[in-house]
């Protein structure tokens, strides 16, 4: 049973990750820095909670504000740069953070020992606050701000700029603020996250949070899909699971993974969720055309290729 | 003295980064991705080339070094050309994000196969798996100046693969016909330029150099891990980012410096810092200069 509550904490972390990419990338922006903002979340929450005795979700909140100014910080100058240089920048400023991590000593003593993040050997011993009802609830609040997103007139002029950003800077929206916005937000997620993934396994290591795991997170959304925020649940869920299912490969099962990754990729190239309900509204237009009623289609709309 | 010291071996070193980098933005020029398993690739080479150098007693000989390099080279061509088939062939005129997720992907499973491989196979060592070679012992002497033999090779071995590389560029019909790509995609293949052709040879030709570079890294470490290439991937983005992204004679001459500024930060500061210096020098890059220092017509194209 405990195996079983495990993987379903991991899953909800891993799709905290995954949405904070997908916040990003929902402008279009394909940042690899989530993993930077998941890091200072979980250090700094583990420092307030563990350190200076600050209840769980104060400490949460306070990681998230953090890594949201400083996505703010770190979006606005990166709008300059575009596409693959952006994504370069990211992976910068994610490297930067990791090395400061690795190199912070700042230990207090509490009782009988000392306390702290101890460099290169990280931080030991953070208080366990967190477990599948905190990471849940947490996950409930950001799916229901990604619902109220999604019907919301912000969310349309988001799927603008991600569809076309001159033709959103045409209509009068303003592209800048819907970027920033988006880049914090995705930052204050994956603050949450990283908060919660700290309270929940007691041992943070800035060596973790590394390209690796932002390639990780990547693969989440490619593999469920880049369109609406069901895609990088799906993806992260499936993701979480399959080095479970391959358990009987033993050593050779992140292989497998991998591969499953790549024919996901090939098969589904807009992802698992997108890619599926692609097809079922294309099969439902080609079925509507030959039927009688041909306005009927018109105002059907397909999913986009995504991410340009 | 030291500080002089500390840059001429950075100097020697940092040809080997050249050469990663050249071969990351050769794919880059003709394919618009990046191909995040060309680390990977480098590090299955340089595997080869060690368990060359294992099986037939490099440590005292130069032949099985010569063969251990040419098999490298000839195991990266490989390995690139079966990343392509696999990562890059079946997504034409896919989304920006597919690539770069397959190639991720492959350099998952190539990392994952050889921390399987040095677990199980008795040549290989757990952690680092040594890298025989009678370079090791050499030592030169310039003035004062203490010069590892080893990396006085790998950086003329580096410059004669660049030269080669630089002349069959820009003097030959093959080299045109990629610089077209590189160019104009549309163009080039108005003009009958076989995209799918060029393509398939410059993924062999960087996926050889990157063999190639893999090989002289490892001799000069003396040892070869699965995670070379992860490594050695994130400073190639560095280099490309000062070059310019596309940009062949800049990566070339960006990689010398970033060697320096590696080894002159290392010496002087710590061995930690100097990630931290090299990428907050990429960051700034990015926001002063986005288009690199290097800049070519070829790299404005988004």
């Known amino acids: 049973m405990a195996y079983y509550t495990a993987l379903f904490e991991i899953s909800g972390l891993n799709i905290l990750l995954a949405l904070s990419v997908f916040a990003t990338l929902m402008v279009g922006q394909f940042s690899l820095a989530q993993v930077g903002f998941w890091s200072i979340g979980a250090f700094v929450t583990a420092i307030l909670t563990t350190m200076h005795g ?44 990791r090395v ?28 366990v606050i967190a477990a599948w009802p905190e990471i849940y609830l947490v996950l409930f609040v950001i799916v229901l701000l990604f619902i109220l997103l999604a019907s919301s007139r912000l969310g349309m002029s988001i799927n603008a700029v991600r569809e076309d950003e001159t033709a959103a800077a045409a209509v009068g929206i303003n592209v ?19 908060g919660l993934y700290a309270s929940y396994s007691s041992y943070v290591l800035a060596e973790n949070f590394s390209f690796h795991m932002a390639l990780v997170s990547i693969f989440y959304v490619a593999v469920g899909g880049m369109y609406t925020f069901s895609g990088p649940i799906v993806g992260a869920v499936v993701l979480t699971l399959l080095p479970e299912v391959f358990r009987f490969a033993a050593d050779y099962r992140m292989i497998l993974y991998g591969v499953v990754v790549i024919i996901v990729v090939i098969v589904f190239p807009r992802g698992i969720v997108d890619e599926i309900r692609y097809r079922i509204e294309q099969r439902s237009l080609r079925h509507d055309t030959f039927s009688d009623n041909k306005t009927h289609n018109k105002n059907k709309k397909l999913p986009d290729e995504g991410i340009k | ?22 071969g990351f933005t050769l794919i880059f020029g003709v394919l618009n991705r990046f191909n995040i398993a060309h680390g990977a690739t480098l590090m299955v080479a340089a595997f080869g080339g060690a368990t060359i150098s294992i ?3 490099g440590k005292d000989s130069y032949i099985i070094l010569i063969a251990a390099f040419f098999s490298a080279t000839l195991i ?73 033999g080893a990396y006085l090779v790998i950086f003329l071995m580096a410059l004669i693969i660049m030269g080669i590389l630089h002349w069959w560029l820009h003097h030959t019909k093959s080299g045109l016909a990629i610089r077209c790509v590189e160019e104009n995609p549309t163009a080039a293949w108005l003009m009958g330029i076989n995209g ?34 992860s490594n050695l991937l994130l400073v190639s983005f560095v280099v490309l980012v000062l070059a310019g992204i596309g940009s062949v004679r800049g990566a070339m001459i960006c990689g010398l410096l970033v060697g320096i500024i590696e080894t002159v930060t290392a010496g002087l500061i710590s061995a930690q810092t100097k990630e931290a210096v090299l990428f907050i020098i990429l960051f700034t890059v990015l926001l002063v200069k986005p288009q690199g220092i290097f800049a070519t017509s070829a790299t404005e194209r988004d």
């Open chain 1, 54 to 97: 600050m209840p769980l979700y104060s400490a949460l909140i306070i990681s998230s504000i953090l890594c949201g100014f400083i996505g703010l910080l770190l979006g606005y100058p990166c709008l300059k740069i575009k596409g693959i240089y952006l994504t370069l920048a990211t992976v910068a400023f994610a490297e930067v953070v």
């Open chain 1, 100 to 127: 400061f991590f690795n190199n912070l000593n700042y230990q207090i003593e509490l009782g009988d020992r000392m306390i702290g993040p101890a460099g290169a050997l990280g931080f030991r011993g953070v208080k």
């Open chain 1, 176 to 194: 800048t603020k819907i970027k920033v916005s988006m880049f914090m937000f995705g930052a204050a997620i994956a603050g949450a996250g990283g």
């Open chain 2, 1 to 22: 003295m030291l500080v002089l010291e500390y840059a001429i071996s950075g100097l020697l070193f940092g040809a080997t980064y050249s050469l990663v980098a050249i």
């Open chain 2, 55 to 57: 099986l037939f007693g």
């Open chain 2, 76 to 148: 990266g061509a490989i390995v690139g050309l079966i990343v392509r088939q696999i990562a890059f062939a079946p997504l034409k005129g896919g989304s920006e994000l597919s690539p770069f997720v397959t190639s991720a992907a492959m350099a998952l499973i190539l990392e994952e196969l050889f921390v399987n491989l040095t677990q199980s196979v008795s040549i290989y060592s757990m952690e680092v798996t040594e890298f025989p070679s009678p370079l090791e012992n050499l030592v030169f002497f310039l003035g004062e100046i203490y010069i590892r």
């Open chain 2, 196 to 229: 799918n052709r060029v393509e398939i040879i410059v993924f062999a030709v960087a996926s050889a150099i990157a063999g190639a570079a893999g090989c002289l890294i490892s001799v000069a470490y003396g040892t070869v891990t699965p995670f070379l290439g």
